[in-house]
C-alpha cells in the first residue's frame, strides 16, 4: 500500500482508485449479513446474481423490521438468518450441501454480545432452521453446544419446525454430491490410475451469517451452514463453535465467519478479530484484515469475516474471490455485494 | 492487593504469607498436567489424596519420558493425558461419568502451539483413549473436529483402541448416576412438591489436560473429559473446543481448561489468555488470573485453567476450591498439588 500511498501523495492517482474496489465499511448499521463465499466470478450468471441480491434484500429487510417493531440484535440477527436457510441458493438449512453419505447435516450458532450467552447445534439433520435451535439452546438450556440426535430431541421438546431430512433435498446439491461419488467410484476402480485425487471444481462454502445493533446498543452474532460439499465422519467447521465462526462482544463487535472452517476453528477467528480490538485498540476493519489477510490467507486459510462494531461501523474482509454480502443503515439503505465492486 | 503492598512495604506483613498458599509458578518447566477441580476438601480421603498425587505424578513422569527419549510437546501432552484416561480415578476415559442417558460420552482435543494445527474429537462411546482420537484428526484427516459415529469410523480406520463401552463403567460413577436418577424420579413423582431441583453434591469436574514444551522450544496442549454428570442432549463442553479447552501458540503459551464448561467456551477461555498475552504483554499468570478471576468468576463461571509459556514458566489459575496438578521441570523435579499448599 506504501507505493500507492506514496502516489496518491504526489497526485498520481485518483482518489476514486482506492473506494473503488474493496472497501466495504458502511457507517450507521443496524444489520449486515453474508452468503458465503459463493461462485467463482466467471461461474455467475446473471440470473442467479439477481436472485441472491434480491434474497439479500429481502433478509436483511426481515431482519431490519424485526428491529423497527422493537425486537433486539438477536431477533434481527435470527429472521435474517432464518430467511437465507429457507432459501435454496444458499448453502444452510434448505439447499445444504450432502454430506459423502448423502445426508444433509447442519451446523448452526449465535451470540448476545450484551451477556456472552451463546448456543449452538452441530450435525442435526431434521430442524428446519437451526438457528433457531441455536437461539433455543441459549434460552432454554443450561448449555452452549448440543449435538446430533441429543440436540434434535431437545429442539423437538421446544416445540421447533421439525422436517423430513427430504426437505433440505435440492437438485443442484444432489447432483454435486453425485459428481463427488463418480470421482470416488473411479478412484477406487483404478487405483494406480492417473485420476487425480478429488477436487471440487468450486468449493462453495456457502454459509450464511449476520450481525446486528439494537437500539439499546446491543450487538448480535449468528451464522449458519451445511458444511463443506462431500465431508466426512461427522466432521464441523467452525459455524457452531463460539470464537471461530460467531463471536459477539459489546465492548468491541459482532462477527460471522465463512469460508474453510478448519482453518477459523485453529485461528479462533471470531474471537481474534474480537480480542485485536479490545486489546490492540485495532478498528473493527483493520483487525479483520489482519486476520482474514495477514493470518490465514498465508497460511492457505480461504475465507471471510463480517463485522459490525458498537459505533454501528459495518465492514467485510476475504481473502476469496467474492463473498456475498449486504447491510442496512438505521435509515433502511440497503447495500448488497458480491464480488469487488 | 494494593492494600496488602502497602502493609507489606511497611513491614507489618511477613512475605511468607504471599507465598504460602497460590503461588503456582515454576521456572524451566517441560510439561504441566491437570485432572480438574476435583472434590472439595472435605470430601478427600487421606488413600484418594494419596492415589491421586501418585497418578499425576506417574502421568508427568510418562509424559517426561517422552521428551526425554528426544519426543516432541505432543508426544508428551498425549503420553499424560493416555495415563490419565486410562485410570479410573479421572473424568476421562476409564472412569469417564455416565450422561443421562447413562452412557459415556468423551470429549478430547490437542493443538500443536508450532503450526497452530489442531484435532478433535466430541461425544464418542467407543474410542479407549480420546487424545490419541484428536492427534490423528489433527494429523491424519483434513479435519480439526469430528463428532459421534463418525469420529469412531475415523479412528476405527484408524487403527485405534476401541472398545466396547462397559470399558468406561466404574462402580462410583455408577452410583453418581443412580443418585441423579432417583432425584429425577422423586420429583417427577411429586411435580408440585418442595423437592429442590436436582444439584449435585459436589460437582466434579474431572477434566484431565496438558501443556509440554520440548527441546526445540515448541508447545502444545490438549485435553480430555468425559463432561459433566448426567449431561443431556449430546451436551458438548469445552474440552474439545480449541480457543476454549485448548490453546497452544508458540508465541505465547499453551493452555488447558478445565471447570463449568459453557462458561470457558463464551469466554474463549484459552484464546484469550493467548490473546492477552500477545496483546496486552501480560504474563501468563497476569492473564490467566484476569480470566479466571476477573472475568469467569464474577460471571459465576467456576474453573481453572493450567498454561506454560514460552519460556518455561508454568502456572494455575482456578477460582475454585482445588484444582489437581502438578508439573516437572527439566531436570526431572516433580510438584503436584491439589488445593491451596
Given at each position: 500500500m506504501r507505493w500507492l500511498l506514496t502516489l496518491l501523495a504526489i497526485g498520481l492517482v485518483p482518489m476514486t482508485i482506492l473506494h473503488a474496489a474493496s472497501d466495504d465499511t458502511v457507517e450507521h448499521v443496524v444489520l449486515g449479513i453474508h452468503g458465503g463465499i459463493g461462485l467463482e466470478k466467471k461461474d455467475m450468471t446473471p440470473d442467479l446474481d439477481r436472485q441472491l441480491r434480491e434474497l439479500l434484500t429481502a433478509a436483511l429487510h426481515a431482519g431490519k423490521a424485526k428491529l423497527d417493531a422493537g425486537g433486539n440484535s438477536l431477533d434481527a440477527v435470527e429472521a435474517a438468518i432464518r430467511l437465507m436457510e429457507d432459501s435454496p441458493l444458499l448453502n444452510a438449512g434448505k439447499g445444504a450441501v450432502f454430506t459423502r453419505e448423502g445426508r444433509n447435516e447442519l451446523d448452526a450458532s449465535i451470540m448476545d454480545g450484551r451477556t456472552k450467552a451463546a448456543g449452538a447445534v452441530a450435525?442435526?439433520?431434521?430442524?428446519?432452521?437451526p438457528i433457531t435451535a441455536a437461539r433455543a439452546v441459549m434460552e432454554k438450556s443450561k448449555h452452549v453446544l448440543l449435538i446430533g440426535r441429543g440436540a434434535e430431541i431437545f429442539a423437538t421438546k421446544q416445540g421447533l419446525d421439525i422436517v423430513d431430512p427430504a426437505y433440505f433435498w435440492t437438485e443442484h446439491r444432489w447432483q454435486a454430491i453425485q459428481e463427488i461419488w463418480k470421482q470416488d467410484a473411479e478412484q477406487k476402480a483404478q487405483?494406480?490410475?492417473?485420476?487425480?485425487?478429488w477436487k471440487s471444481k468450486h468449493i462453495e462454502y456457502g454459509t450464511v451469517g449476520a450481525v446486528a445493533l439494537d437500539q439499546a446498543g446491543n450487538l448480535a452474532a449468528g451464522t449458519s451452514t451445511g458444511g463443506m460439499?462431500?465431508?466426512?465422519?461427522g466432521r464441523v467447521g467452525d459455524s457452531p463453535i463460539i470464537s471461530a465462526g460467531t463471536y459477539a462482544d459489546n465492548a468491541a463487535a459482532a462477527i460471522s465467519c465463512t469460508g474453510h472452517g478448519e482453518f477459523f476453528i485453529r485461528y479462533a477467528v471470531s474471537h481474534e478479530i474480537v480480542s485485536q480490538m479490545k486489546y490492540l485498540k485495532r478498528s473493527l476493519k483493520a483487525a479483520a484484515d489482519d486476520v482474514i489477510n495477514q493470518q490465514l490467507k498465508p497460511a492457505g486459510g480461504e475465507g471471510a469475516a463480517i463485522g459490525l462494531d458498537k459505533s454501528g461501523k459495518f465492514d467485510a474482509a476475504y481473502n476469496s474471490e467474492g463473498l456475498y454480502r449486504g447491510c442496512i443503515t438505521k435509515e433502511g439503505k440497503v447495500r448488497v455485494r458480491l464480488y469487488e465492486e
Open positions: 450435525g442435526v439433520t431434521v430442524i428446519k432452521n487405483p494406480q490410475s492417473s485420476v487425480a485425487p460439499t462431500g465431508k466426512l465422519y
